[in-house]
């Protein structure tokens, strides 16, 4: 067993990719098996706040761009499953983890999506921000993982951009418009910040999961980054950052911030944010009303094996 | 018993069907498999899979299949101007 193990730091040393039949530590295994499905939990969730304004897009195409947008969310969250179940845990155990709250999912999807500008900043923030953590991840030590997150990069340029012009839109619009994306600005901004998770000194599976190579860039190396390319999009809308203390660093080249606000951050995490009921009540039920079709496919799939 | 091969040509990369090989069992497939697909070093991993257990799309429903993605071209990036002064979207 040791051998073993010190044939795997050689292989993640070198940069060789770990495959499912491959030996692995349990701790690596379940590790990636939280990180995963996590992961994928979030693709899923992420789903409601945005599918809260399908029926209300303020045009025939822009409710088919969010439509596109919501199933490639469903389908990100199907990767990562698979990926997931490489491991060796069943798809049926990761749901329910999700659905009895046990497993958790990107605290930024429990916030709520109060107006339509609300979509332009999830996809210009929340998923410019996904990007930014997801682009290493796509060279992490997992080869089902990294071969997903492959995929899922090159989709979610297209959900990040539509965001952009939907601020774009709303700017170069009435005051009333301007006034909205300024709005949904300053309530997702923080939020998106969070997403990097906490500070480097204070996240507690950092140092082991840099080692593995699962987590290649620290939590704040990726928030600083995020921060240096997006504040210059948010001046070209003409919109205010919401941070008194942001202010541009001529020596580092980079954005000095404001503190984050971390009690709200942990608060989410632990269902205390403004929608955390709601997203896992209405994933229950949609998990309880699919649930006949689950069975007839199944019905369906056996009468059809018996016919021969 | 005819079976298709997948070979992984490097490490990191996914299994890639290379084509195919008569065999008794799986066990004989793999290393045929080898034999016949992998002289030059080409792969770090076989599979080997019974043609029999792949179930393929019609030809005959190309249309029906493809065509809806056609018209969705928003799905790409490219579809959403993005000024020249913006960097890093």
């Known amino acids: ?308 | 018993m005819l079976f298709e091969v997948f070979i992984r040509s490097q490490h990191g990369v996914a299994h890639k069907h290379v084509g195919s090989l008569h065999a008794p069992d799986a066990a004989l497939a793999l290393d045929n498999a080898r034999d016949v697909y992998t002289r030059r070093n080409e792969g770090t991993s076989i599979w080997v899979v019974p043609s029999s257990a792949i179930t393929a799309g019609s030809p005959d429903d190309k249309q029906p299949l493809f065509e809806p993605a056609q018209s969705k071209i928003y799905r790409h990036p490219g579809f959403f101007p993005v000024p020249p002064e913006v960097k890093n979207l």
């Open chain 1, 1 to 308: 067993m040791e051998s073993a193990t010190v044939g795997f730091d050689q292989r993640i040393a070198a940069g060789v990719k770990i495959e499912p039949r491959d030996e692995m530590p349990e701790a690596y295994r379940k590790t990636l098996i939280r990180q995963i499905s996590q992961h994928a939990h979030s693709e899923i969730v992420g789903q409601l706040p945005e599918g809260n304004w399908i029926s209300r897009a303020p045009t025939l195409q822009r409710k088919a761009i969010l439509l596109a947008k919501v199933q490639d969310e469903a389908g990100h969250g199907l990767y990562l499953y698979c990926a997931a179940e490489t491991l060796g845990v069943a798809r049926s155990e990761l749901v329910a983890d999700l659905l009895s709250g046990k497993a958790k999912y990107s605290s930024i999807f429990n916030y709520p999506t109060l107006s339509w500008a609300d979509i332009g900043a999830i996809g210009w923030l929340v998923d410019g921000a996904a990007i930014l953590n997801q682009i290493p991840l796509c060279r992490c030590s997992y080869g089902p993982y990294a071969r997903a997150m492959v995929r899922i990069c090159k989709e979610e340029s297209f959900h990040q951009r539509q965001g952009f012009d939907i601020l774009l839109k709303l700017c170069r619009g009435t005051t009333a418009q301007k006034d909205m994306a300024q709005d949904a600005l300053n309530r997702w901004w923080w939020p998106s910040l969070m997403m990097f998770g906490p500070p480097d000194e204070q996240s507690s599976h950092s140092a082991q999961s840099m080692a593995w190579k699962i987590k290649l860039i620290s939590n704040d190396g990726l928030r600083q980054k995020f921060i240096d390319q997006t504040v210059p999009q948010a001046d070209f809308l003409g919109l205010r950052v919401p941070d008194d203390h942001l202010r541009w660093n001529e020596e580092t080249g980079h954005y000095e911030y404001g503190p984050i606000n971390w009690e709200e951050f942990q608060q989410v995490i632990r269902g205390n944010g403004p929608c955390n009921r709601d997203r896992l009540e209405t994933r229950r039920r949609a998990h309880q009303q699919g649930a006949w079709v689950r069975e007839a496919l199944d019905a369906h799939a056996q009468k059809q094996t018996a016919r021969g």
